[in-house]
């Protein structure tokens, strides 16, 4: 099993940044693809999440309106593209894949999903 995240790096504030998450090893249709981030001294915090089998979708309030999710099953890739970026965005992000009768439970609960990705910095400079 593997998830591998791309696409971090650094960006002004208002700025976008387009992260990917590459999955294999496992049927990628039972299960969910979430996005968490870890600040330093911060808990990981749901950021958003895909069920590419039903088109659930899942956003933290502090990235709904700026974020988007979407899935290509044909590549079992989930990108999470990121606009209107803010400081307060900055945070290693990791992708995680649970599965979907899970974590349909509860996306932001990072102890439903199994597998993680080894994250990819984002740092959004003021």
């Known amino acids: 099993v593997q998830l591998v995240e791309s696409g971090g790096g650094m960006v002004q504030a208002g700025g976008s940044l387009r992260l990917s998450c590459a999955a294999s090893?496992?049927?990628?249709?039972?299960?969910?693809i979430g996005w968490f981030r870890q600040a330093p001294g911060k808990e990981r915090e749901g950021v958003s999440c895909?069920?590419?089998?039903?088109?659930?979708?899942y956003y933290g309030d502090s990235v709904k309106g700026r974020f988007t999710i979407s899935s290509d099953n044909a590549k079992k890739t989930v990108v999470l593209q990121m606009s209107s970026l803010k400081p307060e965005d900055t945070a290693v992000y990791f992708c995680?894949?649970?599965?979907?009768?899970?974590?349909?439970?509860?996306?932001?609960?990072?102890?439903?999903?199994?597998?993680w990705g080894q994250g990819t910095q984002v740092t959004v400079a003021s």
């Open positions: 895909i069920s590419s089998s039903d088109g659930y979708t």
């Open positions: 995680g894949a649970g599965e979907t009768r899970w974590v349909l439970a509860g996306a932001s609960d990072s102890r439903l999903y199994t597998y």
């Open positions: 090893g496992f049927t990628f249709d039972d299960y969910a």
